[in-house]
């Protein structure tokens, strides 16, 4: 339903050691299926991990990019993405570069959602107005069925992510454009809020 990245690469409520932990995991793995087929692993693995009390778990991996925190990590890219993309089916030593902002991404769904899918989501965007809104783009996870409306599928359905000098600013920014939108929709409005992070704080205490 959406996800939050601070400046850099550390959460709020991560220390070093649990990046760099991570880290560890991934890259043992990736020294695993190296040692088991005699072949470079080269593309998008996505580590899912948990910061618990007693450390960071790995949940799952997924060989593609992770949605919607690929999408937090692509608005501040600097790197032409399909270079990157190109570079990665070379076999090129890539160095990556991002702008050093913070970033919230929420995405509307059909109410019901994930119960039910395959629905519409019936939604008027002022799009001129959320356009104004610096720093801020929305996208589609879905298209128009054969009667012209809006079907999610197994999807979402529309994301709006925003970036800013913290995390407070840039969901302040996608409240603002979400409250462009009319219509019948659900979302979660405490990703990205004060309380959400300092409740995860607490809990990796």
Known sequence: MGSYSQKGYILPFMEEKDYEKALAIIRGTL???QKETGKICSGFLYGQFMLTAKGVKLIEYNFRPGDPEWMNTVVILKNNLLEVILGLLRGDDL???F???ATVCKYIVPEGYPEKLYQHLNVDMD????REIDGVKYYYSCGLDDTGKLNVG???GIAFIAKASTIYEANEKVEKAISFVNGKFYYR???GTKDLVDSKDSQCQ
């Open 31 to 33: 020294a695993g299926f």
């Open 95 to 97: 160095a990556l570069y």
């Open 99 to 101: 702008e050093n902002q």
């Open 127 to 130: 799009e001129g107005s959320i």
């Open 154 to 156: 197994t999807e979402r």
């Open 189 to 191: 409005k405490d990703i």
